[in-house]
């Protein structure tokens, strides 16, 4: 028989996808040193690096649906619930070398705009719905305990954008916090919902940013990973579809 805080009882989880990722790596380096949390779940789809902190990694491609739901039911039957996930996929250009972001309509296409538009946009909610009643807290008198946060970005802030270009990365992220926006919407009528936020990191030197970084201020992934936990430790319930910047600032959509 289940007892009535048993969920007291479970280790407090935390997860990050994109953990191959410059500020996925900082972000699991940050939780395995601190204690707010027993457990803490790195998920990739690359192998895991031979210099990670003690975590528990999973490699998974959270495109394919079927690895997906694997996680999450191995995630399960383990942990029973998740705390904290953070969504660090994201992609701005092709690679070393390949296709960088567009600086004009006429660069547009279709093939490179879908692929941005699917990682960026699509792949963070279809990992939210699939985490959903994991995240779901059974145990804590209607109030939410767990916080899902997907890394977006400053550029894709419509009210923000004074300087144009990299049409489908800033599409891409507009897409993502309306998408965010209706998640918090919609989980908000449901009891146990975790608060669910979009977070711009701050240009931080990754492999994502470093053909841009020269030209701006920039932090290292451990400062920039430092910088969100502090975020995320501050929000409430009535933070849910918010647009948070790096230093708490909430951010025009
Ligand atoms: N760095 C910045 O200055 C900055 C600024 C604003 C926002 N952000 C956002 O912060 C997040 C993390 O960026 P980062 O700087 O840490 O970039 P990064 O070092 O390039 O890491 C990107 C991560 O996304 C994963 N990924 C890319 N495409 C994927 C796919 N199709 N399926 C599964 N995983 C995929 C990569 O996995 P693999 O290793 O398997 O490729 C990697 O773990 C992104 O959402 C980015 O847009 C970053």
């Known amino acids: 028989m289940m007892m009535q805080n048993e969920s007291r009882l479970q280790p407090r989880t935390a997860v990050i996808i994109g953990a191959s990722g410059g500020l996925g790596g900082a972000l699991i380096g940050a939780l395995a040193a601190g204690t707010n949390y027993d457990v803490v779940i790195a998920v990739s789809r690359s192998p895991k690096p031979v210099d990670t902190p003690a975590t528990i990694w999973f490699q998974a491609n959270v495109s394919e649906p079927a690895e997906l739901d694997g996680l999450v039911a191995e995630i399960e039957a383990n942990y029973f ?6 969504n660090c996929i994201g992609t701005l250009h092709g690679g070393q070398g390949k296709k960088m972001p567009e600086k004009a309509l006429k660069q547009l296409n279709e093939r ?14 279809a ?3 699939s985490f959903a009643k994991l995240l779901r807290q059974k145990n804590v008198d209607g109030r939410s305990a767990s916080v899902a946060v ?3 970005a400053m550029v894709g802030s419509t009210t923000d954008n004074q300087l144009g270009g990299w049409y ?3 599409m ?3 897409a993502l916090n309306m998408g965010l926006r209706n998640v918090a919407i919609e989980w908000g009528r449901l009891k146990g919902s975790p608060t669910v936020v979009a977070l711009h990191p701050g240009t931080t030197l990754t492999a994502l940013s470093q053909p841009f970084v020269a030209r701006h201020n920039h932090r290292t992934p451990k ?9 995320i430790g501050g929000l409430d319930k009535e933070d849910s579809g918010k647009f948070f910047n790096w230093d708490g600032r909430v ?3």
């Open 150 to 152: 997907v890394l977006s």
């Open 168 to 170: 489908s990365y800033r």
């Open 127 to 129: 990992v939210l719905n």
């Open 251 to 253: 951010l025009a959509f």
């Open 81 to 86: 619930s998740v705390n904290l996930l953070i």
């Open 223 to 231: 400062d920039s990973a430092v910088h969100i936990l502090q975020v």
């Open 172 to 174: 891409s992220k507009a």
């Open 112 to 125: 490179d705009f879908q692929r941005v538009m699917t990682v960026n946009a699509f792949l963070p909610l």
